[in-house]
């Protein structure tokens, strides 16, 4: 009788050339294929360390399979299973699992009738993040900084953080945008300083390099606005102009002779990174004096470009 051109698991049933007959039953069971699945190619070959990456496996024997990426020790429990989408008889596709280390390794395809052999030519390298800029690369130790990270291998499931030395690390509020870009929002600092800006996949970081060196800057005083003199009782309001200050809690110190030790405390009426309004306080002694701003424990240095002088 007239046969289908497969079988009920999509293997071509061998038909004599001109025959419209065949021996259907023998092709219906894996008792006519006891060799196990083989691999001839992986495309592509490699993607982030994250997962997620769309691969096409081609070779012959799939059958039900189990798509398996080595981690170090063959297909055994180290073994990561990736996610199958769709199966023919010579070809797989499937996305790739969240890997725990960068790294080429073997991929195997397995089923009732045993294991792919490791290939070269069956191989998927897990890549680790990589940022080749930050835009900016500084802001205010209050944080709130919105960078934009370049770079490659970034996945839905990335995370940056801003270290602090030590080993310390500071989160940043990170946004995917694409395989090549994320957004990320600075947290506040522990302290002023030049440091490594992290991106991380299922908990794999990128490498340190310059082009992601991320500058916490301590607040600088420039100058006040026009009114630079005020009496004894406090109670003048100032304009202080500099940088850094950023959004968030910030001090602001005007001197008495011995730096921040014997300064009065302003009070702060608003403030912009760029700007701080603020009352004086009353001062022990009439004379001139520096003008310093504290954000996060760092203040300013004091400048000449920044003095108050109370009068008697």
């Keep these: 009788s007239d046969c289908p051109a497969t079988d009920e698991r999509g293997f071509p049933r061998p038909q004599p050339a001109g025959s419209s007959s065949c021996d259907a039953g023998a092709y219906e069971t894996t008792v006519g294929r006891q060799v196990p699945p083989a691999v001839t190619s992986v495309s592509p070959s490699s993607g982030p360390v994250g997962g997620g990456t769309p691969i096409t496996i081609t070779g012959s024997g799939f059958f039900d399979p189990t798509v398996l990426i080595g981690q170090g020790d063959g297909a055994g429990k180290t073994a990561l299973a990736a996610l199958v989408t769709s199966v023919s008889p010579t070809s797989i596709t499937a996305l790739t699992p969240p890997g725990t280390r960068p790294g080429r390794f073997y991929l195997y395809v397995s089923d009732t009738t045993g294991t792919s052999t490791p290939d070269n030519s069956a191989t998927f390298s897990y890549l680790a993040p990589v940022v080749s800029s930050l835009s900016p690369s500084s802001g205010p130790l209050t944080g709130g ?59 794999v970081a990128d490498r340190p390099s310059p082009a992601s060196l991320f500058t916490y800057e301590a607040p600088v005083v420039s100058g006040l606005g026009t009114t630079t003199s005020g009496p004894l009782a406090g109670g003048t309001s100032i304009t202080i102009d500099g940088s850094a200050f950023g959004y968030g809690p910030v001090t602001v110190l005007i001197g008495q002779g011995s730096g921040l030790n014997t300064a009065v405390q302003a009070s702060v009426r608003t403030t912009s990174p760029g700007e701080i309004t603020a009352l004086t306080g009353a001062a022990t002694r009439p004379g001139t004096f520096d003008v310093y701003v504290v954000v996060d424990g760092v203040a300013s240095r004091g400048t000449s470009a920044a003095s108050f002088t109370y009068t008697g």
């Excluded at 602090?164 to 522990?190: C, D, R």
Aim: glycine residues 14%.
């Design 145 to 203: 900084t919105s960078v934009t990270i370049t770079g490659e291998y970034f996945t839905p499931g990335a995370v940056a953080y801003v270290g602090q030395g030590g080993g310390k690390t500071i989160p940043a509020a990170t946004a995917y945008v694409s395989p090549t870009e994320l957004t990320a929002v600075t947290g506040p600092a522990t302290r002023a300083g030049r440091f490594f800006f992290y991106v991380a996949e299922d908990k």
